[in-house]
């Protein structure tokens, strides 16, 4: 069991009722913390007009190396920013979010995946992810504004 985090505005908090947090099964947590928090660039990555920060989280060194290769927290969704919504930046966004939940397939937490992402509104990307599990398959989808770097989940 992991720390469920619930929803607010804007993005997720830890969820509490009668003074105790609450847990799930990790799934929906692992997918927020895999999509929403900022992966290093990789070298050849353009950032941004104007950063220089390649961002990433401090603990990724101590990660083992799987396939030869850093396994890395979260996605490169943030490069997007100030990008145009061209079907060519929705197609990254589609091989950003996958990338960061391939480990969900590595690890056997999951036995199937599946990312699409398209334009919500101006500004915004909808991610939708599906995940299958023995017995169902579990969806989800986010709206992503890609300027404030907000996310929330879609009905």
Known sequence: MDILLAF?????????ASGDLLTD????????VSLFTDRQAEPGDELPAGETDRRGWWADATLPKLAGAPDNIGSR??????????????ARAREYATEALQWLLREGRVDGLAVDAAIAAPGHLRISVALTVPGETLRTAYDYDVLSGVYRPTA
């Open 8 to 16: 607010g505005s804007p993005g997720a908090d830890l969820a509490v």
């Open 25 to 32: 099964d990790g799934l929906l947590t692992a997918v927020v």
């Open 77 to 90: 969704l943030w490069l997007l920013r100030r990008e145009k919504q061209l079907p060519e930046v929705v």
